[in-house]
């Protein structure tokens, strides 16, 4: 409701003033902008923004909302943003009681930490988030899967505008707005954080959610900030993880990039140099390269994507050096240094000689994560850690203390968002429901979103092998379905594992375009004990990339080529 002379409004007993400093504002119409989403904002008495002092006044119902709440909103207006934020001002959380006591602490603020609060809330738990280092909503929609994935679709945008496997068709190019394709996935972070996490809990009475660094004093209390302890019966880590940053002479002092910082560089890099060729690297280096960026990938081992068989990282590394993209292999940077704007790496070949690589634009590091565990003070309750600093927890998510319990990145288990999900809420139900449920990630589904994307389920060859199950393997190359004849793209193949024993699918991979799209119906496969049998004597409509999942199966018998179209 807005304040106006033809109203009367009874005004808040509790009615609190805070000025904030706000960057990203240029003229008054960003100004205009902020005032008027904040005064819609439910709590918000007034706003007053002046973009030439870059502060802004603002009235609120502190009965209504916090300090915290307040800079949240603002910072889901466009693309400004808070700079003296509420991880500096002294906010104190208490629950609907007035004391510094819950049933559950949650440390993070990412999928698992959100899940976790909503299962929470399903029961009528008292519960307290605690968050510092990225927003609310974590790794995934902030640096993540959504501006990586939003990135990656606009650059085979420029691929398909550039690209034609028909010779009758000759593509004329694409304009490229750089910036523009920033902004606008700026735009989609501060929409869908919003909408996908804080929307999302703003309506929930028991959650209250504070922003700060949390410290373990023991098992059921933490310190906030090094001022405000709260304790709970029950305690949730989902802390996450952020980019492992090797120990390599003079990269700290040229300054580097991480998928953090680089997805809001504004102004198109010239070159990239990525170290590192796991899924994230690999996904920058294809996504920046069509986007008419010069990159290059330093990796340590011996091929991209170390952790897939040869025949996966063959298919994927002839398409990344079709495309421009220098891969070097086996190469391991041992000094880095300044000359002028350019940057110097120094490497180790696989010959055993030394040679000086130049980089003209950025260093980014993709080398991998490390679990955020290192400042949560938990030598004081003896948690106990893997040697890289991960969580030890069991399918249960339980950890070695009985009320503690930890999910997502920060733990041992697979770290995507969506198992993250689903552990921090089977994380709450085991600590308070005497019905205890586990996690089987036998089955589990993952893609690697490069061109052709990279999707899996179940075990692989080399695994079975150490695992001892008698296994048989069948390989369909693309060349062999009609789908990938059609579209003339015949990139990749399809890879299904076997029990020899049962007959039942134990594991499978895709390399195709848009591959990622048929790991499901696999993952589903194995999940439920279907047979590759089961799989060759079902149907698939004929031209679509399914189809393959029959091919494939009929190929631990029959020779494909020998078959007309659609023949079993």
């Not at 973009?51 to 609120?60: L, P, R």
């Not at 496997?165 to 190019?173: D, Q, R």
Request: charged letters at 25%; proline letters at 3%.
């Amino acid at each position: 409701m807005k304040n106006t002379a033809k109203m009367k409004i009874k005004m808040p007993q509790n009615r609190e003033t805070i000025t904030l400093e706000i960057e990203g504002m240029t003229c008054k119409g960003c100004a205009t902008h902020i005032e008027k989403d904040m005064n819609a904002t439910e709590g918000v008495l007034s706003s007053t923004v002046n973009h030439e002092t870059g502060k802004g006044e603002f009235n609120f119902d502190a009965d209504k909302m916090s300090k915290a709440n307040v800079i949240d909103a603002i910072n889901s207006v466009g693309d400004y943003s808070v700079v003296n934020n509420v991880d500096e001002e002294e906010v104190s959380a208490v629950n609907s009681k007035g004391q510094n006591q819950f049933d559950l602490i949650i440390i993070g603020g990412g999928s698992a930490a959100f899940s976790a609060a909503i299962k929470a809330e399903g029961l009528g738990l008292t519960t307290l988030m605690v968050n510092a280092g990225l927003d609310f909503g974590g790794t995934c929609v902030n640096v993540g899967c959504v501006p990586s994935k939003n990135l990656i679709r606009a650059a085979e945008t420029v691929r398909l505008a550039t690209h034609s496997n028909f010779k009758g068709i000759k593509p004329k190019g694409a304009d490229i707005d750089f910036t523009q394709i920033i902004k606008d996935k700026k735009a989609l972070v501060s929409t869908l954080q919003q909408h996908k996490y804080m929307d999302v809990v703003s309506d929930f009475k028991n959650l209250t959610m504070l922003k700060g660094w949390a410290e373990f004093v023991d098992n059921k209390t933490i310190l906030v900030n090094g001022k405000d302890t709260y304790t709970a019966a029950n305690i949730i880590i989902a802390t996450g993880a952020t980019t492992n940053i090797p120990n390599i002479e003079g990269l700290n002092e040229v300054g580097y990039l991480t998928n953090v910082t680089l997805f809001d560089l504004e102004e198109k890099p010239e070159s990239l140099t990525i170290m590192g060729a796991g899924y994230i690297g690999l996904e920058i280096a294809m996504a920046y390269n069509r986007l008419g960026v010069k990159v290059r990938i330093i990796e340590f081992t011996d091929r991209p994507l170390r952790s897939q068989t040869k025949d996966i990282t063959d298919v994927l590394e002839t398409q990344m050096k079709s495309e421009g993209i220098e891969v070097l292999p086996n190469f391991r940077a041992f000094k880095f240094e300044k000359d002028g704007d350019n940057t110097i790496i120094h490497c180790n070949c696989p010959d055993g000689s030394t040679t000086q690589i130049v980089e003209k634009g950025h260093i980014v590091v993709a080398t991998g994560t490390k679990p955020n565990t290192s400042k949560l003070g938990l030598e004081n309750i003896g948690l106990k850690l893997t040697e890289s600093g991960h969580i030890i927890v069991n399918e249960k998510m339980e950890t070695n203390i009985s009320n503690i319990y930890a999910a997502g990145d920060v733990t041992i288990t697979p770290a995507f968002v969506y198992t993250a999900a689903t552990e921090g809420s089977t994380a709450v139900n085991n600590a308070f429901s005497s019905t205890k449920t586990s996690i089987d990630y036998s089955s589990l589904p993952w893609v690697v979103f490069t061109d052709p994307q990279i999707a899996g389920a179940g075990i692989d060859e080399i695994e079975a092998e150490k695992k001892e199950i008698p296994f048989e393997v069948s390989k369909l190359d693309l060349i062999h379905v009609p789908r990938a004849l059609a579209a003339q793209d015949t990139r990749g193949f399809i890879k299904l594992i076997r029990n020899t024993e049962t007959d039942k699918l134990i594991g499978a991979r895709v390399v195709a375009p848009e591959g990622g799209e048929l790991i499901q119906q696999l993952s589903m496969a194995i999940k439920f004990g279907i047979t590759v049998k089961d799989l060759a004597e079902s149907f698939y409509p004929y031209l679509t990339l399914g189809e393959s999942v029959k091919l494939a199966a009929i190929t631990f018998g029959k020779d494909v080529s020998k078959l007309s179209c659609c023949a079993s």
